[in-house]
């Protein structure tokens, strides 16, 4: 996936609450860990100066000499002989290994001094060791190597106080350790989240065109809740209530003018996408359940019924139709009905609030939705029904489920994809399409649902209602 510097910034926009407390908390961890809980560093040094020649002249050949000196004579002291005599002389329990660990043994700039530099959690441990060394390391070297001798140019001393963790260090390492982590865990969720993100993640995956983008209003999904009941003996009953669906229709332009703007926008494009003379026939369809396509599909034709049109709404969700619920009107007789001859044509299409915009509800419950909607009945109702309306909206259930939607398909102009932003998966989006795409069905284009408000509607809508109450 190839990300532009925009890209990387929203990714980092997006999750800047949790990089901020990912840094902090890790910023507090380590203070805590280095200030209450991990044991104090007591460091303690000697440094000795290799002795050369009393009558040498201090030439260049001389200084490179005691220089190697200084080097054999740190390797010397890097044996175990030399810290088992130190551990002997001082009686501590450590391990030769241990004590090597603590000890660090070097050259002071590649000069004739050298340095034997050991830390422990111990001050005690730590000056009693140094001690040692600064005695034994001279008797060792002159022992292994005549005529060579060292001398003290800088004792031990008592360590005055702790010379680790340091706090402050630790502190801001902690910091950017936890940003790099939380800037690394942002993406690694982007990347594996397949969601819809936006408008822009949408039109960089498909040449599809976004025909309208509906911002979030707060659409309440369909909701399983509990009753608890009182009974006889005290008892309580958790009573599982059937699924309440509420659709959000668009009645009050004031109180809803973004919603109401998008379904204009979206209107006007359906208007320019399809053109055709005589009735234009839409199949609204989603991948899924949950993404707002009986929300879309009615308030779309609410929108068009306002430009004066002659509008039909069919419900054709033979298992789960609800397009009659916002008009408060009965689910039959419907589709069902008039598919199987219980009904007229008269007697199905009932009249809503909205001049020019009629619907024909879902009806009874049928064993063999599919087989009904890809009848010969089905298209030659559409064809009757096309004389007498400019647009036909048909709702039916989502194209992932069933394939209801596919017989649909090749009775219509065309097929709007309704996904919700933050919700539907692009896996989702690309197995509906592929599915019309096998059938050569013409997808007009996507709708997003639920998306996020932008500075750009926000400023809208500011004006708007900057106009009313000027007005």
């Known amino acids: 996936m190839e990300l532009s510097i925009k890209d990387v910034l929203g990714i980092i926009y997006k999750r800047l609450i949790f990089i901020i407390a990912c840094t902090f908390f890790c910023a507090i961890m380590s203070y805590v860990y280095n200030k209450f809980i991990k044991d104090p560093v007591y460091t303690a ?74 830390s422990s959690n111990s001050a005690d441990d730590a000056y009693t060791l140094v001690e040692a060394m600064q005695k034994i390391a001279p008797q060792l070297i002159a022992n292994i190597k005549e005529n060579s001798k060292i001398s003290v140019v800088d004792p031990v001393v008592y360590p005055a106080g702790p010379s680790g963790p340091n706090i402050y260090l630790n502190t801001i390492l902690g910091a950017v350790a936890g940003l790099v982590l939380a800037i690394a865990i942002s993406f690694f969720w982007e990347l594996i989240d397949v969601k819809i993100k936006s408008k822009e993640d949408l039109t960089k995956r498909y040449q599809i065109p976004i025909l309208g983008v509906i911002p979030d209003f707060g659409v309440k999904m369909p909701k399983r809740y509990l009753l608890m009941q009182k009974l006889p003996f005290k008892n309580r009953l958790n009573e599982i209530i059937k699924d309440k669906v509420e659709f959000n229709q668009v009645k009050n332009q004031e109180a809803n003018f973004l919603v109401n703007e998008a379904y204009k926008a979206l209107r006007t494009n359906l208007l320019y996408t399809i053109r055709k003379n005589g009735c234009k026939k839409i199949l609204v369809n989603s991948p899924n359940p949950r993404d707002g396509k009986s929300t879309t599909c009615t308030n779309i034709a609410i929108a068009l019924a306002k ?27 419907g ?28 009806g009874s419950i049928a064993p063999n939705p599919t087989e009904l909607l890809s009848s010969i009945q089905m298209e030659e109702l559409i064809k ?61 284009g996507f709708v997003l649902n639920g998306s996020a408000l932008t500075q750009e509607n926000k400023s809208k809508s500011s004006y708007y209602y900057y106009q009313r109450n000027n007005d």
């Open 45 to 118: 040094s000697v440094q000795f100066c290799v002795n050369t020649n009393d009558n040498s002249s201090g030439n260049i050949n001389e200084l490179n000499y005691a220089q190697k000196v200084v080097s054999t004579y740190v390797n010397l002291l890097r044996t175990n002989t030399f810290y088992r005599q130190v551990l002997e002389a001082t009686g501590l329990n450590y391990s030769v290994q241990q004590l090597k660990a603590m000890t660090q043994i070097s050259s002071v700039n590649d000069t004739e001094i050298f340095q034997i530099t050991l």
């Open 307 to 333: 430009t004066g049109a002659r509008v039909l709404l069919i419900d054709c969700d033979l298992r789960k139709g609800r397009l009659h619920v916002p008009f408060n009107l009965n689910s039959t007789p």
């Open 384 to 444: 009757k029904l096309e004389q007498n309306y400019d647009y036909i909206i048909i709702d039916t259930a989502p194209v992932n489920l069933v394939a209801d939607a596919l017989s649909l398909a090749k009775m219509v102009d065309g097929v709007l994809m309704v996904v919700r932003e933050k919700s539907t998966t692009y896996p989702h989006v690309e197995t509906a399409l592929n599915k019309y795409e096998l059938i050569g069905g013409n997808i007009l």
């Open 335 to 362: 589709v069902t009905n008039l598919l199987s001859g219980m009904n007229t044509e008269k007697e199905t299409i009932q009249y809503t609030s909205y001049n020019n915009l009629q619907i024909i509800p879902c």
